[in-house]
């Protein structure tokens, strides 16, 4: 019978993807818990690259995309420093920083990261503009359980946040890729035009869950 319910409760729990096109993400306040939690079947990576855009005007630093394993809680993560044009990147808990990158307060952003396993090299491309090419960890694939945490900093698997770490403000157009796109469709994600959606996380039909104060509001478009 014990069993038979948390069968039910891991069920009733399991996310329904939803097309959130024309939608976006606000996190509205610091907290150490409010976060989306995303959820793939993906559980093996040869390669990866995450776009999204955001908008925000924390001037300290805070965590964008989370990604942990049991072994690495830093196998993928996105990381503003405090300084506005400094960013971080963390592949399987080795950091490269990039430095004059063009981020702008109160502004929608679209950022895009790539790596592969094979050559260890992550770059970063603000508003479809690149960055230098950086080594950060290669020879291994980001190899499952994975948990992926919007708004938060995992400094565990699925866990451990800190509030001086959270990210305040709003998020949309997330996918994710288990290989590295080219420079061309990383300018056709930015315009907004004719891009291959994810194949491991699709904004158009995304699995997640909500904890705590995250809403999901349409995204405040200029008038035509």
Not at 89 to 112: H, P, Y
Not at 119 to 134: A, E, H, I, N, T
Request: hydrophobic letters at 40%.
């Amino acid at each position: 019978y014990q069993m038979l319910l948390l069968l039910l409760l891991v069920a009733s729990c399991a996310a329904i993807p939803q097309n959130l096109s024309e939608k976006m993400f606000t996190f509205p306040q610091e907290t150490n818990t409010a976060h989306v939690r995303l959820t793939t079947s993906r559980q093996n990576l040869p390669a990866v690259t995450v776009c999204f855009r955001f908008f925000t005007d924390l001037k300290r630093a805070h965590s964008l995309f989370s990604l942990a394993l049991p072994s690495f809680d830093n196998a993928f993560l996105f990381y503003n420093l405090a300084s506005l044009d400094s960013f971080q990147m963390w592949v399987r808990n080795t950091a490269a920083n990039f430095e004059g990158l063009d981020f702008k307060l109160n502004k929608w952003q679209s950022v895009c990261a790539t790596w592969d396993a094979a050559s260890g090299l992550v770059q970063l491309w603000v508003d479809g503009k690149p960055s230098s090419r950086k080594f950060t960890n290669s020879g291994s694939n980001i190899n499952g359980p994975i948990i992926i945490a919007l708004g938060q900093e995992q400094d565990s698997h699925g866990g451990g946040f800190d509030v001086k770490q959270s990210f305040v403000g709003m998020m949309s157009d997330l996918h994710m890729w288990d290989y590295k796109l080219s420079p061309c469709e990383i300018q056709k994600y930015t315009n907004g035009r004719g891009y291959a959606k994810g194949n491991v996380l699709n904004w158009n039909s995304l699995e997640f869950q909500i904890v705590g104060r995250v809403l999901i509001e349409n995204k405040q478009n200029a008038c035509q």
